[in-house]
């Protein structure tokens, strides 16, 4: 998720059953259906998991629909867990994310708006449905409350954006100003909107152009006239133009990145429908032994798509350079050469020929501007570069350690001694801490403590959350030098308020020290990198100087051998190439603590399904 400026509140993830009341057509284009059920109140899910009712306080707070297959009269679901939905493997569950349009508590009645467009089993199902229908919906995952301190909005977003804009402009504070672009397919499709004296809206019409192919509420964004004072922009449609908006507010009017809230709702791409129904997706055809094999171990496509991230062929392409000639002189490359590259890239449906010697991204080279996917893939990138270490695989299998600096030349620690990777690095951890670090201050996880020492990356984020949670609390981050040089410069902005920040310190010292007294150590997700006895050397440091009934509260991802994930295996196997470790399992971990003399009082999950280790000090003999 973007880092942004809006607060997170994390919601338990539920799987619920709900009931179609009512339909009507907003327009042309639009059709609401409004659900209700017993299950938007609270609720024992059928396993005995007690679950909380419904609640959505963000004006772009989404959903997940679950959808039968083709063929089958249910669908496929997630399980209900205690703290997670737990999803099935062989098929998946069908499903489609949509806005939360209207939720009236005591009612009981939610609206979703779905787009009426030409294939697709939401739409199919939405303009099908009629009252006593029933479906099963989960989330949100996540609300976001409005950003504080903005003077004015900027909002742009096409069809699929407007249950969203809509919502924001009935929640605006009657004061708030705004200038709002919406893009409709025809005219027809206006909404009556809230108006509010301070807000500007402009509706832009297609007019029978493709949508997201035409650039009209890219256009109409950038040659707005800018308001003086903070804004905060929120943008979503199809990618593209999300994606081209984005880039003109950071690059062109000086947008912070935090202060964009941005989501790309759709990419443009062919649908085949089934030749039964013509409303609904074909689901994705039986692929042979052959071909999956084929396409786990093909390397040169790999290779060649890592290529042009690093030679910056998809940013090129998405800006209008679109020769081969003009392309390779940019990108600092042979031309003959380039062209073989890109000749490749078409036949892998990543570009387009457009004309001779002229290419264009695909929707899936689309994908290839996305800076977190551009960050795995070149091995600059925070995630690339640790992805660099695959290739010693063969040697770390072989002998069980990091084989790393075999590939590179240096060991990974060396790689997070530079300030430029660290800064990167926990600039890319503290985007995802506050769906943890939330959950954590608003449960009782902290109670009673007075001072909270921590090992994390992303560490301010925590430490803002607690602070400003536990009016008596202060903070200890314990960060190495790199770390905290960032610490120090990134805390005033992730803690803005001067009188909690006084209640935050940084201090330089590793994990293997004995840190502060305290009543608390938190540490998380520090151990894959350290093999298990440096692992237990660390804890049982965390727990020299914890005061009478202190804790360790201990947050560390494990690989669950009964439910193998692709993902869980390949973040295993760079541990171990990178730093000869990797994920442990749920025993391996038991063992670590054991090891460190320390044994655990509890384990709470909390937020999206994280699991909080509580240890102590193990009773002597």
Not at 304 to 331: F, N, Q
Request: hydrophobic share 40%; with cysteine; aromatic share 6%.
């Amino acid at each position: 998720m973007p880092k942004t400026s809006r607060r997170l509140t994390v919601h338990p993830p539920t799987l619920r059953e709900v009931e179609v009341v009512r339909t009507v057509d907003l327009t042309p284009g639009m059709r609401r259906v409004t659900l209700s059920g017993e299950q938007l109140r609270a609720f024992t899910s059928t396993d005995g998991f007690a679950r909380p009712a419904f609640a959505s306080q963000g004006f772009d707070d989404d959903l997940g629909f679950y959808f039968p297959y083709p063929g089958q009269s249910d669908p496929v679901l997630p399980v209900q867990g205690e703290a997670k939905l737990i999803t099935p493997k062989g098929p998946r569950p069908l499903s489609r994310a949509y806005t939360v349009r209207r939720w009236d508590p005591e009612a009981g009645e939610l609206d979703v708006d779905f787009v009426k467009h030409g294939v697709g089993v939401a739409t199919a199902w939405a303009y099908r449905a009629g009252p006593g229908d029933r479906i099963h919906l989960s989330g949100p995952r996540t609300s976001k409350a409005f950003p504080a301190g903005t003077d004015w909005w900027l909002v742009a977003g096409d069809d699929t954006a407007l249950p969203a804009i809509g919502r924001l402009l009935d929640e605006l504070p009657s004061d708030a100003r705004a200038q709002v672009f919406i893009e409709i397919a025809e005219d027809a499709h206006r909404q009556e909107l809230r108006e509010l004296p301070g807000v500007e809206v402009t509706w832009l019409v297609r007019a029978g152009a493709t949508a997201g192919a035409a650039a009209p509420l890219t256009e109409a964004v950038r040659g707005t006239q800018w308001w003086p004072g903070q804004t905060f922009a929120w943008l979503a449609g199809e990618h593209t133009a999300v994606r081209d908006i984005r880039r003109h507010l950071v690059e062109d009017r000086g947008v912070p990145k935090e202060d964009i809230d941005f989501a790309g709702y759709w990419r443009r791409s062919a649908v085949v429908a089934l030749e039964a129904d013509g409303a609904v997706p074909d689901p994705e055809r039986t692929v042979t032994p052959f071909q999956k094999l084929h396409d786990l171990t093909g390397l040169v496509a790999p290779v060649a798509i890592r290529t042009a991230v690093e030679l910056g062929v998809p940013d090129l392409l998405s800006r209008g350079v679109t020769g081969v000639a003009e392309l390779a002189a940019k990108a600092g490359a042979d031309e003959r050469a380039l062209g073989k590259l890109l000749r490749y890239l078409h036949t892998l449906d990543v570009v387009t020929e457009t004309e001779p010697g002229r290419y264009a991204l695909t929707p899936v080279g689309d994908v290839l501007t996305l800076e977190f996917i551009a960050d795995r893939l070149h091995s600059t990138g925070v995630v690339g570069r640790e992805m660099l270490g695959i290739h010693g695989l063969t040697e770390s299998v072989r002998t069980g350690r990091p084989a790393y600096a075999s590939v590179t030349g240096r060991t990974f620690a060396d790689v997070r001694t530079e300030q430029d990777y660290e800064d990167r690095h926990l600039e890319r951890l503290a985007k995802f801490q506050p769906a943890l670090a939330g959950p954590i201050a608003t449960s009782d996880l902290l109670a009673g403590v007075r001072h909270l020492v921590i090992h994390s990356g992303g560490a301010g984020a925590h430490a803002r959350e607690y602070v400003a949670a536990h009016e008596n609390l202060r903070v200890t981050i314990c960060a190495l030098p790199a770390q905290a040089d960032w610490l120090r410069r990134d805390l005033p902005d992730t803690i803005p308020d001067e009188r909690q920040r006084t209640r935050v310190g940084v201090l330089e010292q590793s994990v293997f020290e004995p840190g502060p007294a305290a009543d608390a150590v938190l540490i998380s997700r520090a151990f894959k990198n350290l093999p298990d006895a440096d692992a237990a050397h660390a804890l049982r440091r965390a727990a020299e100087n914890l005061t009478p009934g202190g804790r360790v509260l201990l947050i560390e991802d494990v690989f669950d051998t009964d439910d193998l994930d692709e993902h869980d295996g390949e973040e295993d196997l760079i541990g171990l190439v990178c730093h000869g470790s990797g994920l442990r399992t749920a025993a391996e971990l038991d063992a670590v603590i054991a090891r460190a003399g320390l044994t655990r009082s509890s384990a709470r999950t909390v937020g999206l399904g994280v699991t909080v280790h509580e240890l102590v000090r193990a009773p002597a003999d």
